[in-house]
């Protein structure tokens, strides 16, 4: 399926119930958040508006993604200078993006795509950071230095430490906070 098939299935699509992505010519459903996705990325989001004002993190907006914007992700957030995607389409191209965000969900099969196949499509459309918060593996998982369709740097955190994101983000946090997260 190619990206504009895929947008006009989108448009018609009922968000509320489904969300759709394009990941190599393929459809894909996404898990909808519930509260422990919800409250982990609005606590991020009181975070980064704390530690770098300059930045704003975008929960859910559309990416164009992989090496020629065929595909089409929704991370559950995006770190971009602030009014980076003013005048963009619901779909914005990915060249101001500092960091995505993925939270895993409750569901295996999507988990899988949560923590392996998405950082890969992010890398390989040159997005310097994806921080996965594992739910299920307590921890936080900053993937870095994308190269050749590879992020070549991946730190682990379990939850209650220091988080350190490394530029072009440049900040550290607690993720105490993480610890009440359900799986």
């Known amino acids: 399926m190619d990206a504009e098939e895929f947008e006009g299935i989108e448009r018609v699509a009922d968000g509320e119930f489904v969300r759709l992505e394009l990941v190599r010519g393929e459809m894909r459903t996404t898990a909808r ?4 996705r919800s409250e982990a990325v609005a606590w991020l989001i ?36 602030a009014g980076s995607f003013a005048g963009h389409g619901e779909w914005a191209d990915p060249a101001a993006v500092l960091m995505v965000v993925e939270v895993t969900s409750c569901e295996q ?3 899988r795509r949560t923590r392996e196949e998405k950082p890969l ?6 997005i310097p950071l994806c921080l996965v918060i594992d739910r299920d593996g307590r921890e936080t998982v900053v993937h870095g230095r994308p ?15 220091r988080v350190r ?14 610890l009440s997260l359900g799986r």
């Open 33 to 36: 958040a519930d509260g422990d």
């Open 121 to 126: 499509v992010y890398a390989e459309t040159a």
């Open 165 to 178: 994101l490394p530029a072009p983000v440049d900040l550290t946090f607690d993720s105490d906070r993480l």
């Open 147 to 161: 190269e050749n369709g590879v992020y070549t740097t991946v730190v682990r955190h379990p939850f209650g430490t």
């Open 46 to 81: 009181r975070t980064f508006v704390r530690l770098r004002p300059e930045y704003s993190l975008y929960s859910g907006y559309g990416l164009k993604a992989e090496v020629d914007h065929r595909g089409r992700l929704r991370p559950d957030a995006v770190l971009a200078p």
């Open 109 to 111: 099969a999507r988990d």
